[in-house]
């Protein structure tokens, strides 16, 4: 299929690539944003995620989910079925009565999210207006419905959450006028990293801080002209924007993953409310100095090697560049399933010059690029690691980096010890495998 | 619409994915979106496969929608067939695509490719993972084995029907069934789909009859090899050393062999094994069994018939064969659960207070929060059901393996008779549990055993919940449900002391 090599194309922001692009309009191997609410529900302990698909979604959820969740899960599906097509059930009718089911199941519920799906939007269901309906008749007293769509034609794995967030932002209320300074945190982050960072905040003299998504889905920050917005992840174009359409002053500074990319976040944040630098070098300078100490560990084992990336969580651009300035990893080719060169140009203007960064994919080609390239470590996604392991390939499943704790200073030896375990195994080995 | 949080089947081209991979030289190109893609995991992940599912998607995306899909698929389908060089291909859409109409089949053979293109049409909003396999093997036979009967077969000839890959120990199922059949002196001729190619297929007239050992998956194709080329079908599945010796009978009857001979060659210890004294505390468990109709049905007859349980509750997810389900659950006294509703299960599973559960994976789960013992008989699947070791569920060695993971999970006869007599040893007490548990013994606040409670269930007085502790717990939960019965017959809401001895006097007479 179509590869474009685009090396004139002036980016609408000042940042410069460092290398070619390469865009590919191939087969794509990833999951599509659905799968996001594995760690979107448990971070919102109130809430339920209802997809509105067909068997496949609901399969999709039990398989990257696996059967080992152990409690009820907070998510579902309603499964589309013949006779929904043929048009011999409302869909509106049943959907009342499978959110009924699930009221009456999970009382303890106070947010039901319903999730368009590829087959929902095909066929025109409109969501928002079933949720609206439901809210409306006031049914369910005390459950928000919101909805987005985690649908595979529209999103890829981590833009599920993209979307989620985006609904919630336009369900969030307008500041008052003269409203103080607010921070503003967007993306997912495990409970320890947001504890962390509010910690450091408080410290710095930054009290005003709410996270998106909150916790609990009945705390709903207001937001508006006096909140600043530090993206806690790379992949939240669409949240971005209607944030900024509220009003909202957005910072792009890099993310923070390492000891580098955490400073400069958190520094972000501090330039823009004004904090001391004296006082920013005190507060910081501890976890800095853990940081760095835990990643020079990780140099000695991690220096030198090649890394190769598949797209997946469009974490990819500053993985690599954690990975290449702190421990020394050479990264060969940085896929991403989209490129946000707005949100990126911090992280590309400190990518390798010679690294080959590539958006969308062609997985059979990129299979090619890599067997060529033979790197030391491939980050991939699930269905691609064990034939790769087989053909020799030492690989690291990227849903990981999406479940772990990785943000901050605390966790920067964390996240190099991802890249360290599959090497270390290897090296380990004496088995002569088949 | 239908709500699910687990399902036991994924969609029909799932189906299809399982036999286009347990097959050699054959390609699959799927209309599909990105995030379907998904599926590979099952293979690569689940099953360990190391090769990629031989599945090209065409990953639409919203953008192409208004614009022209159609052209997409037909790209990816000259792509695969230039990159991959198949044999053969299957072309057919998931969910998403069939809402688009795009007919792949009719684009695929507009392209004028060199190979066979059998085309699939698997109805997602109505069928199953299962039934998706079943016609796609099906499809696949019609296509390459409709050539002339060959004259002259070998009477004692056969072809193996229904293993595919991701299924629950198809692999080793082949190898123990294949060993078998070749000691009585049967040669197999086509073992399909899993290590079939399409040229193996046209050779599947050849055989005098066939073997059916997934008829969930074979059914199908062993009715249509029956009509086309007079080859009869086995219809014993041979799980259980009683269903062992009914196949062998049946196999050794179209082969035309000597049905005596052909027995003498089944060497099982499983039989032995529930014969010998340990084996005496199994007698009357009582089991409950779900999963596909095969392996259910099969689980039941063992249960009953070579263990001496009880079975208090039989279903399957397969609607296909609720019939035969329906039946085997009337043997034993009991209305079968044909449902794809796992909650529903659950309830079924509380209410029959087994001290077994015989499941699926989903199953597993469900004991694991009673704490009931589980053991896994049945599809849908997980990565612990590819275990490392040979570990058939057919043939004599797979009565074996059955014996040993159902009577697992239970204790040991004499171990529980010493925890009995020792209750009141120091270390022996209710919360220690048996040394090969050990990690778990140490939060010893656990409540004990089984212990299910129906909501409206008489309530125990303290004082009889104290002597019912003195009973020696391998029978505690037999006292503890006769007692609560014997309660809940007579109108009492509280149990007390009396009322655990009158319900003894009772039940003993
Ligand atoms: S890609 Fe579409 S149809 Fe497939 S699982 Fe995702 S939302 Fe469902
Ligand atoms: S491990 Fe210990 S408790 Fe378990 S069977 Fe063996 S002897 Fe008995």
Redesign the interface.
């Known amino acids: 299929?179509t590869t474009v090599l685009d090396r004139t194309a002036a980016p609408a922001t000042p940042s410069t690539l460092p290398a070619p692009l390469l865009r590919e309009r191939?087969?794509?191997?990833?999951?599509?944003?659905?799968?996001s609410i594995i760690w979107l529900h448990r971070k919102l302990q109130d809430a339920f995620f209802l997809i509105?698909g067909?068997?496949?979604?609901?399969?999709?959820m039990?398989?990257?989910a696996g059967?080992m969740i152990?409690a009820?899960?907070r998510?579902?599906?309603?499964?589309?079925?013949?006779r929904?097509?043929a048009g011999m059930?409302d869909?509106h009718d049943?959907?009342d009565?499978?959110v009924a089911?699930?009221v009456a199941r999970r009382p303890e519920i106070r947010m039901i999210v319903l999730v368009g799906s590829?087959?929902s939007?095909?066929?025109k269901l409109d969501l928002s207006k079933a949720a609206e309906r439901l809210q409306a008749r006031g049914q369910h007293d005390g459950v928000r419905f919101l909805t987005y769509t985690g649908?595979?034609?529209?999103t890829?794995f981590t833009e599920g959450e993209d979307r989620f967030l985006a609904s919630l932002v336009a369900a969030l209320p307008a500041q008052e006028q003269n409203a103080k300074p607010r921070l503003l945190v967007a993306g997912c982050l495990a409970d320890v990293v947001e504890d962390q960072f509010r910690r450091i905040f408080t410290a710095l003299g930054i009290e005003q801080v709410d996270f998106l998504p909150m916790r609990e889905s009945t705390v709903m920050p207001s937001i508006g002209p006096s909140t600043t917005v530090l993206l806690a992840q790379p992949y939240l174009t669409e949240t971005a924007r209607l944030l900024q359409s509220r009003g909202c002053q957005l910072l792009h500074p890099l993310f923070p993953l390492g000891e580098e990319g955490t400073t400069a976040w958190l520094q972000a944040a501090a330039d823009a409310f004004g904090v001391d630098p004296g006082r920013f070098e005190a507060i910081t300078r501890p976890g800095r100095d853990r940081a760095r100490i835990a990643m020079t560990r990780a140099r000695s084992e991690l220096e030198g090697k090649t890394l190769f990336l598949f797209p997946d969580s469009q974490l990819e651009p500053a993985l690599a560049r954690v990975l290449s300035r702190e421990a020394g990893m050479v990264p060969i080719e940085v896929g991403t399933p989209f490129l946000n060169r707005q949100h990126l140009s911090a992280e590309l203007d400190l990518l390798p010059t010679d690294v080959t960064l590539s958006e969308g994919q062609d997985v059979?080609r990129q299979l090619d690029r890599l067997r060529d390239a033979a790197p030391d470590l491939t980050v991939c996604?699930?269905?691609?690691?064990?034939?790769l392991e087989?053909e020799g390939f030492a690989t690291k499943w990227s849903i990981e980096l999406v479940f772990t704790p990785i943000q901050g200073y605390d966790q920067a030896g964390d996240l190099a010890e991802l890249f360290i375990r599959p090497l270390r195994r290897r090296a380990l080995l004496q088995t002569g495998r088949a | 619409m239908q709500l699910a949080m687990w399902t036991y089947e994924g969609p029909p081209h799932v189906g299809a994915m399982r036999i286009a991979t347990a097959m050699r030289g054959l390609h699959y190109v799927l209309h599909a979106p990105q995030g379907d893609t998904y599926a590979d995991l099952l293979f690569t992940m689940i099953e360990r496969d190391a090769k990629r599912p031989p599945v090209t998607y065409t990953t639409f995306q919203a953008r192409d929608l208004g614009a022209d899909t159609a052209a997409i698929f037909k790209t990816a389908c000259a792509d695969a067939e230039a990159r991959f060089k198949p044999d053969a291909m299957i072309v057919g859409a998931s969910c998403t695509a069939e809402l688009l109409q795009d007919d792949p089949g009719g684009l695929a053979a507009a392209l004028g490719l060199s190979i066979p293109v059998v085309a699939l049409e698997l109805p997602s909003y109505q069928k199953k993972e299962n039934w998706g396999a079943a016609e796609t093997f099906y499809r696949l036979v019609r296509s390459f084995a409709a050539g002339p009967t060959p004259e002259g077969r070998n009477p004692a000839s056969c072809n193996i029907l229904g293993p595919t890959a991701l299924g629950f120990r198809h692999r080793d199922d082949v190898e123990e069934i294949c060993q078998l059949l070749v000691s009585i002196g049967v040669t197999v001729n086509v073992v399909a789909p899993l290590g079939a190619s399409a040229h193996d297929l046209t050779r599947l007239p050849q055989a005098a009859f066939n073997v059916v050992l997934y008829p969930e998956i074979a059914a199908t194709s062993a009715s249509f090899l029956k009509e086309r080329h007079g080859q009869p079908f086995t219809k014993t599945v041979p799980i259980g050393s009683g269903a062992c010796r009914d196949f062998v009978a049946e196999v050794a009857q179209l082969a035309g062999l000597d049905v005596e001979a052909a027995l003498a060659k089944i060497q099982s210890r499983a039989p032995w094994y529930a014969a010998s004294i340990d084996s005496n505390y199994l007698t009357g468990k009582r089991v409950f069994i779900f999963g596909d109709a095969t392996h259910a049905i099969a689980a039941a007859r063992i249960a009953r018939d070579e263990l001496g349980f009880t079975v208090c509750g039989l279903g399957s997810y397969t609607r296909e064969f609720a019939r035969d389900v329906r039946a085997a659950a009337k043997t034993y006294g009991l209305e079968a659960l044909i449902t794809d509703d796992h909650l529903e299960v659950e309830d079924a599973i509380i209410a029959a207070q087994p001290e077994l559960v015989l499941g699926t994976q989903m199953e597993r789960h469900v004991a694991k929060r009673l704490k009931v013992p589980c053991a896994v008989i049945s599809s849908p699947v997980h990565v612990q059901d590819f275990p490392a070791r040979y570990s058939p569920q057919m043939g004599p060695e797979g009565a074996n393996v059955i014996f040993d993971s159902w009577v697992h999970p239970l204790m040991m006869g004499l171990e529980e008779h010493l925890l009995g007599m020792f209750r009141d040893d120091f270390e022996f007490h209710d919360g220690a549990n048996p040394s090969h548990l050990a990690p778990a013994s140490q939060k010893t606040s656990e409540p004990e055993a089984p212990q299910i409670v129906p909501p409206g269930a008489p309530a125990w007085a303290q004082d009889a919940e104290s002597e019912l502790k003195k009973i020696p717990f391998f029978v505690r939960g037999k006292a503890r449900r006769n007692t609560e019965r014997f309660a809940t017959d007579h109108g009492l809401s509280t149990i007390t002391i009396e009322t655990l001895y009158d319900a003894k006097a009772h039940y003993s007479r």
């Open positions: 299929m191939g087969q794509r191997e990833v999951f599509c944003g659905l799968t509105v067909s068997r496949t979604c609901a399969h999709l039990q398989s990257a059967v152990f009820e899960p998510f579902a599906t309603a499964i589309i079925e013949d929904d097509l059930a869909l049943e959907l009565r499978i089911r699930v590829c087959p939007e095909v066929i649908s595979g034609i529209e890829t059979d996604g699930m269905g691609l690691a064990n034939p087989a």
